[in-house]
Each structure stands twice: as C-alpha cells, then as structure tokens.
C-alpha cells in the first residue's frame, strides 16, 4: 500500500501524441478535491489536497497532433504518481524507440515508488518503458493488435475498464479515453480519501447518468444569518436530529411558538424545519451507505426512521434512487482497495 503523503504531486505527462481532453479533466478533477465540495455545501474536507502538475521534457510545450497546445508547469521532476493520458496515432505506428527519455523517466519514477498510471492508449508509454511485462493491464480495444505484435510480454486484458496490476496495485491501466474519469476517483480515493473520491463523483456527475443528477447531489450550503435562537437550534440538531418528533423538540428549545419559529426558520436557513431534518437524515444515511456495511434497515434506524419502507421512499423521492442503488453507485468508489479482485476487474 502506498503511503499518503500531505500533498502528493501527480505529474500529468504530455508527449507529443498526448490530447488535451483527459489530461485537463484529469487535472481539474485532482484541484478541486478538499476544495470545490467544502465550497459548495459548506461541509469540511475528509482528506487531504493533491497537486497536480502538467509536465513535460525540459518544461517545453511539445508540437501537438491535435492543433490545440498542452503547456506544462514544469520539467520532469519528483511525483508520487505519473499518469499517461491517451495519444494519438495510427493502428500501424511502431512505437519502439519513442519517448527514450520519458521512458527512462518513468522506470526512474517507478523505481522510487511512484505509481504508474495510463488511460487508453497510453498503455503503450508504459509498455515501451518496460514497465508491464509480465503484468496484466487493459487498454483501448483498437490498439490490441498492436500491443500484442511489440509487447507480446504483456497480458492484455481489453475488456476491463480500470485494472490495478504489480506489487501494491502501484500499475494501474485505464482503457478507453473516458477511462480517465474511473483513473481519477481511483486515485483520489487512494491518497485523499475514499468520502473526496465520492464528492469528486459527485461535483463532476463522473458515472452513469441514466437517473439523472439527483444521486449525485449533495445538500445545499446553508445561508448564512445572523438569528441567534435559529442557530442555537441548528447546532442541537446536528447531534440530534436522528430522535423522535425532532420538530417538536426544536420549537421547545427555541422558546417560541411554531409559528413563528417554523417562519424564522425558514428566514435563516431557507428550509421548512421538517425539510431541514429530513436532509440531515438523509445525508447522513448517504454517508453510512457509501462507507460501511450496515443493512439499510439499521440505517433507516439510526438515522431516525421506525418504519424502513418508508425511510426508503423517502430516500428514493429525495435522492432519486433507492438506498440500495445508491449504495451500488458510490460505495465502491469509496472504497477501491475494497476487494482487490473485483477492483482489478471493473467493467462497463
């Protein structure tokens, strides 16, 4: 297992078949974690930053195939992870020879510790670095022949999306170029935390979109007021709200009639009191669902709900999908590590 470092470096490296697609929404992905999601709900990071960095042979922009110039913030260097992004080249392009400086860059890198990562095509940079014999990677289906004719040393595994491979998983392999989003949550997860790589899924609406973008959302950040009573309120709930007839129980504290609490409160916050706890509720089941094991009964309990039939309609009506497809979606993005065996084989 590789360690975490404070702020690990990931080297993004541009040659001059690379395209711009993966590399720069490789790059926002890893900016934005411990950042963007604090940002826009107001909830504290769980991990740790990652700084990602554009590289490239002596710093210098190389010709690019597609028109469109990747300029790099800096020369080779120390990284705790190398990522290849996709490139472009004809199916008959003989790739031996290339790159010889870069490949002897990325043994150096790889020999330190670093982690080796590829998407799509890009299998080919770690094959011509002699870093994938004998180990079994994926890649782009269209390039498996090519593969095959100058790596033969190489499995291939092309129907596999994301496939860790070598000691610690330190080789991961992505196959096509929409790959880079799977690569991303892979390694946000495995030097932030496994909760960053789940609000990265979310920011980005990075998965499968057939239900929409409600169970990618999260709580909106609360406004910010200056009622002390309402505030007073909302920090007892924060350590309550998962008891019985919590409204209630809020209005009494405050000291006010319902009415004019359940006005003042939506004054301060924006939310209806039974909306606001509702949305506590179920965050904090969204929370349990992407990280343990509990059965969603015990979780519909636990967050406040006797009756699990209805926590799930609830659930399903607010997040747009049932606790058990939620759970589905996000828990294996939290946790990559989880089963090796299922993470080394993730498919379409």
């Keep these: 297992m590789i360690a975490k470092t404070p702020e690990p470096t990931f080297a993004l490296l541009v040659l001059p078949e690379s395209t711009p697609a993966s590399i720069y929404g490789l790059y926002e992905v890893f900016l934005s974690v411990g950042r963007d999601w604090e940002l826009l709900t107001g909830e504290k990071p769980t991990g740790g930053r990652i700084r990602p960095r554009i590289v490239a042979r002596d710093g210098v922009p190389p010709a690019s195939r597609y028109g469109v110039p990747i300029t790099p913030h800096e020369g080779l260097g120390d990284a705790d992870v190398v990522i290849v992004s996709d490139l472009a080249f004809p199916p008959d392009?003989?790739?031996?020879?290339?790159?010889?400086?870069?490949?002897?860059?990325?043994?150096?890198?790889?020999?330190?510790?670093?982690?080796?990562?590829?998407?799509?095509?890009?299998?080919?940079?770690?094959?011509?670095?002699?870093?994938?014999?004998?180990?079994?990677?994926?890649?782009?289906?269209?390039?498996?022949?090519?593969?095959?004719?100058?790596?033969?040393?190489?499995?291939?595994?092309?129907?596999?999306?994301?496939?860790?491979?070598?000691?610690?998983?330190?080789?991961?392999?992505?196959?096509?170029?929409?790959?880079?989003?799977?690569?991303?949550?892979?390694?946000?997860?495995?030097?932030?935390?496994?909760?960053?790589?789940?609000?990265?899924?979310?920011?980005?609406?990075?998965?499968?979109?057939?239900?929409g973008q409600l169970p990618f959302a999260g709580a909106r950040r609360p406004q910010r007021h200056d009622d002390a009573v309402i505030a007073d309120v909302q920090t007892w709930l924060a350590d309550n709200y998962y008891g019985e007839n919590p409204v209630a129980l809020m209005t009494a504290r405050s000291g006010l009639s319902t009415r004019t609490f359940t006005r003042r409160f939506r004054a301060a916050t924006g939310y209806a009191p039974i909306d606001y706890v509702q949305t506590l509720r179920i965050e904090e089941a969204k929370q349990l669902l992407e990280t343990g094991k509990s059965p969603v009964?015990?979780?519909?309990?636990?967050?406040?709900?006797?009756?699990?039939?209805?926590?799930?309609?609830?659930?399903?009506?607010?997040?747009?999908?049932?606790?058990?497809?939620?759970?589905?979606?996000?828990?294996?993005?939290a946790d990559p590590a989880g089963d090796r065996s299922t993470a080394a084989g993730w498919s379409s």
């Design 93 to 211: 392009w003989d790739p031996r020879g290339q790159w010889p400086v870069e490949a002897g860059w990325l043994r150096e890198r790889h020999a330190a510790g670093a982690m080796i990562c590829s998407v799509c095509t890009g299998t080919v940079m770690l094959a011509e670095a002699g870093l994938l014999d004998g180990h079994t990677v994926t890649t782009h289906w269209a390039i498996v022949d090519l593969m095959r004719r100058h790596y033969p040393e190489v499995e291939l595994a092309p129907q596999r999306i994301l496939t860790p491979s070598g000691e610690g998983g330190r080789i991961v392999t992505g196959g096509g170029s929409s790959a880079w989003a799977d690569l991303a949550l892979h390694l946000v997860a495995r030097f932030s935390s496994g909760s960053e790589a789940v609000r990265a899924a979310k920011i980005f609406l990075l998965g499968d979109h057939s239900e």
């Design 297 to 333: 009964d015990a979780i519909a309990f636990d967050v406040g709900y006797e009756d699990p039939n209805s926590f799930r309609r609830l659930f399903k009506r607010m997040v747009g999908v049932t606790p058990a497809r939620y759970r589905q979606r996000f828990a294996r993005i």
